[in-house]
């Protein structure tokens, strides 16, 4: 078991000092930064890349704040689940703080705050699904109501039969959230400009 330490800034101008001087009383065995790095995207940050090749089960990832990870809500919960796969532990001192600590709790308490953070996020997730299909079910119901509705369902939606066309439907959702360019979101999985486009459209953003 490693206390880990990963550290952001996103200009040159900015120092990692503050955040070390935080972070190195926790007895940290590995420090990861990336140094003038923006957070809105992984492009370019090879410490964190470096540190989640470096973690094992039972690590502990210490940060200042959840946002040095990702600044993106799509690569935080794709960080989030790698970490998680691989055993190891998140220790956000930011909601630390925000949960009325005054000291950072035991490991067992580590493991079950980092769990509830995971199932806050899914349970999220879902209830996200469960809006969008409730969103296209009214969309369909008042198209036939106006006499455009064709018959035949689009490819991508929420209750896609073909699970991959099911999450291409909410990963297209995720990226609109943060107004992530149609055509770079088009790109970025490997549909057309004109499908994110409809997928837009039909979930009303």
Do not use: C, H
């Not at 809105?40 to 200042?64: P, S």
């Not at 709790?105 to 079950?112: C, T």
Request: hydrophobic share 35%; net charge positive; charged share 35%.
């Amino acid at each position: 078991m490693s206390n880990v330490a990963y550290m952001r800034v996103s200009t040159k101008e900015l120092s990692l000092e503050n955040q070390r001087q935080v972070l190195d009383k926790y007895n940290i065995d590995k420090w990861f930064e990336d140094d003038g790095v923006s957070g809105k995207t992984t492009d370019g940050r090879d410490g964190l890349k470096k540190m989640l090749n470096f973690i094992r089960e039972d690590d502990y990832i210490y940060v200042v704040s959840l946002d040095r990870l990702a600044r993106n809500q799509v690569d935080q919960e794709r960080i989030s689940a790698e970490i998680t796969l691989k055993g190891a532990t998140v220790v956000p001192l930011d909601l630390m703080e925000m949960l009325g600590y005054k000291e950072v709790p035991d490991n067992g308490g580590l493991k079950f705050i980092w769990d509830m953070m995971q199932v806050v996020k899914r349970y999220t997730a879902e209830q996200e699904r469960k809006d969008m299909l409730r969103r296209q079910e009214e969309g369909i119901k008042r198209a036939k109501q106006e006499g455009k509705y064709k018959g035949s369902l689009p490819k991508y939606r929420p209750d896609a039969k073909n699970k991959k066309d099911k999450n291409i439907y909410f990963e297209v959702i995720k990226r609109l959230k943060f107004n992530q360019p149609l055509l770079s979101i088009a790109a970025e999985l490997g549909i057309s400009r004109n499908t994110v486009k409809k997928i837009k459209m039909r979930a009303n953003f």
